[in-house]
């Protein structure tokens, strides 16, 4: 029997991952973490092409007020950035695709994302708490690094308990 795209519309709880995915893809990676790479020292430098000067100053100024890795830019921090760059960016956009059009095939990859997406918040979380670069309002960090780390146990939990996630035995 031939298998079914289940509509968008019926799969309530994939509208918050393409929320988070349009987020990561759109503003994220593109904008905020790409800063952190274009700009090698938060205390001396020029403003690039890219990301414009406004969001420049708004990252640096939460870095500065609560978010110390942010502006001090360690390497394993940059190495981060560079695993968002590089993997994440795309399977945004994979995903993004497969979530709206039903497309089984990025099942796996989901596992892969949400296992490395949760190693690098508990990473970064661990220095915000305890690390050289400390953050001044642990609570307000922590909270919003949350999602980061709850919306990846939520698709891998979502994604464990069927092979077909999008679709369904046909009806015809």
Known sequence: MQREVVPLRERKLD???VGFFILNASF????????????DDPNNFEYPIWPPKPFVDLIHWYGSNFDPPLM???????????I???????FYLAALYAFIKGKDWIRNWCFVW???MMTNVTIICFEEAV?????????????????WFTVPIVLMWRMWKTTTPF?????G
């Open 131 to 147: 690390g050289a670069h400390a953050a001044p309002n642990l609570p307000m960090v922590l909270a919003l690094n949350f999602p």
């Open 84 to 90: 968002d760059q590089v993997f994440f960016f795309p």
């Open 28 to 39: 994220i990676t593109p904008i905020v973490d790409l800063e952190q790479l274009v700009i």
């Open 72 to 82: 001090a830019r360690p390497a394993w921090w940059r190495a981060t950035i560079w």
């Open 114 to 116: 949400g296992g490395v």
């Open 167 to 171: 679709t369904r035995e046909g009806r």
């Open 15 to 17: 509208w918050l991952f």
